[in-house]
């Protein structure tokens, strides 16, 4: 099945006490929806899922799926470290109605080539929707190198990759490829891959798509945003995203520790960067 080209990993939204805002979650999806994402990730590392209980990020995937408009794909994302925790969540997603799950590489416990194998071939096994493997060196500490997801590829249900890793971005027998980078989205497409899961799409998710449509015109529009995407790499996901969405009027709140707001100095290189695009 496709999941779409655009997909856009959904900022969780909190209240003034910190508790999820299912409202202003559910007015986001469906602004996302309107701008051109196929797609959602929820509770991925851009939905705080860390610092999410497990009921929170069930719920989320609950709301998502019973709400979401005609077509439109949600990817659950439900990795951990504990295999058995991974596998539990993932197919508890799926009984909600989940079309795939993302699931991250096992991080902290760094296990090696056989048990990455195992851990998501075990995970495979717990649902009989796509799985998207979710390789980010940056905050895993370990890669899944392009071999060794050749070899997973041949796994059933291991359908897909999102690939965080810009320079090992490359397409793969068995395995559809998925920018995890919004700097890397081009990329992927100009290799022909599916897209990517994206994180400045809840901003110019209308240009994104165009990225999409409009092969002839896609450098010029990456060119064009990547000061916006350097932006939303000022300091640590998804600080700077839910900051540009308070500012454009969207209700998201703030983050939970251990993250912090954006500082004044980080803010300002936000409202720059959205204001330099007419988003303000």
């Known amino acids: 099945m496709s999941l779409g080209s655009v997909i ?30 196929d797609g959602i990730v ?47 969540m ?19 416990n760094r296990p090696n080539r056989r048990g990455l194998i195992a851990h998501f071939t075990e995970i495979a096994r ?40 810009n320079a090992a971005l490359a397409q793969i027998d068995g395995l559809g490829l998925y920018a995890g980078n919004d700097d890397g989205f081009a ?14 799409s809840h901003l110019v998710g209308d240009q994104m798509r ?4 409009e092969p002839e015109n896609r450098a010029e529009i990456d060119a064009e945003l990547k000061p916006l995407f350097a932006a939303m790499g000022v ?7 839910k900051a540009a969405l308070n500012l454009l009027g969207h209700r998201v709140g703030g983050v939970r520790l251990p993250l912090v707001e954006a500082d004044d100095t980080e803010l300002e290189v936000i409202r720059k960067a959205i204001a330099d695009l007419n988003l303000l």
């Not at 209240?15 to 469906?30: G, I, N, T, Y």
């Not at 291991?158 to 890793?165: E, F, G, M, R």
């Not at 990329?187 to 400045?200: E, F, K, N, R």
């Open 90 to 108: 993932s197919a508890k997603a799926v009984e909600l109605g989940a079309d795939a799950v993302l699931s991250v590489t096992p991080y902290y």
């Open 187 to 200: 990329q992927a497409l100009d290799l022909g891959g599916c897209g990517g899961i994206l994180v400045a």
């Open 8 to 37: 856009t990993a959904i900022v969780t939204p909190f209240d003034e006490q910190q508790r999820v805002d299912e409202e202003a979650f559910l007015s986001l999806f469906r602004h996302l929806v309107d701008h051109g994402s």
């Open 235 to 241: 300091t640590t996901n998804p600080i700077p995203v």
């Open 126 to 165: 717990a649902t009989a929707k796509p799985v998207v493997l979710y390789n980010v060196p940056s905050r895993i500490g370990l890669s899944l190198d392009n071999d060794l997801l050749a070899e997973l590829a041949q796994v059933e249900h291991l359908d897909y990759v999102k690939q965080a890793d």
């Open 210 to 213: 165009r990225m999409v449509d």
């Open 42 to 88: 929820v509770c991925g590392t851009t939905g705080e899922a860390p610092t999410l209980t497990a009921e929170e990020h069930l719920r989320l995937i609950e709301l998502a799926c019973a709400e979401r408009p005609a077509g439109t794909t949600v990817i659950a994302s439900t990795g951990s470290n504990d295999t058995a925790h991974a596998c539990s």
